[in-house]
């Protein structure tokens, strides 16, 4: 685990995105003792338009109107 303060964390933050994305331990420290991890984050694509199209179904009567809304209609 690389532990770094936050002065020299901001001049050197792209190489250790890099570290942080190839697995390595990289905490940043505060001046008041506050600390932060860089952890990799897994990203699986852009979603695509229509990619859910079979995973769900609405019921038929889905718009029909709510009964408890009856004395609100006019």
Same mark, same amino acid.
């Given at each position: 685990?690389?532990? %770094?303060? %936050?002065?020299?964390?901001?001049? /050197? *933050?792209?190489? *250790?995105? /890099?570290?942080?994305?190839?697995?390595?331990?990289?905490? %940043?420290?505060?001046?008041?003792?506050?600390?932060? /991890? *860089?952890?990799?984050?897994?990203?699986?694509?852009?979603? /695509?338009?229509?990619?859910? $199209?079979? *995973?769900?179904?609405?019921?038929?009567?889905?718009?029909?109107?709510?009964?408890?809304?009856?004395?609100?209609? $006019?």
């Amino acid at each position: 685990m690389q532990t %770094i303060p %936050i002065d020299e964390a901001q001049a /050197r *933050l792209p190489e *250790l995105f /890099r570290e942080a994305a190839g697995g390595s331990d990289v905490v %940043i420290t505060g001046d008041d003792g506050a600390a932060v /991890r *860089l952890v990799p984050v897994n990203v699986h694509g852009q979603p /695509r338009f229509g990619s859910a $199209r079979g *995973l769900f179904t609405m019921a038929d009567d889905f718009d029909a109107p709510l009964e408890d809304f009856e004395p609100y209609e $006019r």
